[in-house]
Structures are given as structure tokens and as C-alpha cells.
Nanobody, 125 residues
Framework: QLQASGGGLVQAGDSLRLSCTTS????????VGWFRQAPGKEREIVGA????????YFADSVEGRFTISGDGTKNTVYLQMRSLEPEDTAVYFC????????????????????WGQGTQVTVSS
């Protein structure tokens, strides 16, 4: 139900925007999360957002550089990445789960039941 896209090869300091599209009409009532997995490492949270868009969380490593845009009324949400670093190189996944409140985000990947296939982001130094 989810498709992540927009990855690619960029240089350190560049920006990149990833898209996460749902086959549903919109992300309404679904909280969204972005995760990444670097080679040899476990998958980790990058950021998460309530479906209302009013509540967000970002990992310390990306705080201030990454944002999540798009709200529950659209079928696409975005992960905007700025000032990319080689340490950001990973496969990026988007995920979603039902949430009625509209005010919750979820940091644990076990909380999500819909996943995209992943898109590779490579940042060269």
C-alpha cells in the first residue's frame, strides 16, 4: 500500500526529498514514520508525524536537517532532507499505521503495519 521513492546519489551538503505515496485516497487517520537502515546496522527511526501533521518527532542525528511534510488530506507525504552527510547513507523506508486521535506519532517500528519497499540514499563525501 505504500511506495517510497526519490532516493539517489548526492554529495555531502546537498538536499533530497523522498516521497511516500499510499494507494489509498489519502493518509487520513494514519500516522506516518520514516526509518532508515545503513549497511550492517539495524533499522532506526528517522522521524515520525501524526496524521494531523501537528505533532512530529525526529532523531537527534537529523533534528534541524530533516522535516516531514504533507498531511492526512493527501496521498503523499515527504521527507525533506537538507545538509546531507555521508552518515545519512541508508535505505529509507516509510511506514504508516491507523491512528484515530490525529495527535500521536509512533517511534517504534513495531507500531507500524504498513511499509514501503525502501529507497536508497547515498551521500558521497
Amino acid at each position: 500500500q505504500l511506495q517510497a521513492s526519490g532516493g539517489g546519489l548526492v554529495q555531502a551538503g546537498d538536499s533530497l526529498r523522498l516521497s511516500c505515496t499510499t494507494s489509498r485516497r489519502a493518509f487520513s487517520n494514519h500516522a506516518v514514520g520514516w526509518f532508515r537502515q545503513a549497511p550492517g546496522k539495524e533499522r532506526e527511526i528517522v522521524g515520525a508525524r501524526s496524521w494531523s501533521g501537528r505533532d512530529t518527532y525526529f532523531a537527534d542525528s537529523v533534528e534541524g536537517r530533516f522535516t516531514i511534510s504533507g498531511d492526512g488530506t493527501k496521498n503523499t507525504v515527504y521527507l525533506q532532507m537538507r545538509s546531507l552527510e555521508p552518515e545519512d547513507t541508508a535505505v529509507y523506508f516509510c511506514a504508516a499505521r491507523w491512528d484515530r486521535s490525529g495527535r500521536r506519532y509512533y517511534r517504534d517500528q513495531a507500531d507500524y503495519n504498513y511499509w514501503g519497499q525502501g529507497t536508497q540514499v547515498t551521500v558521497s563525501s
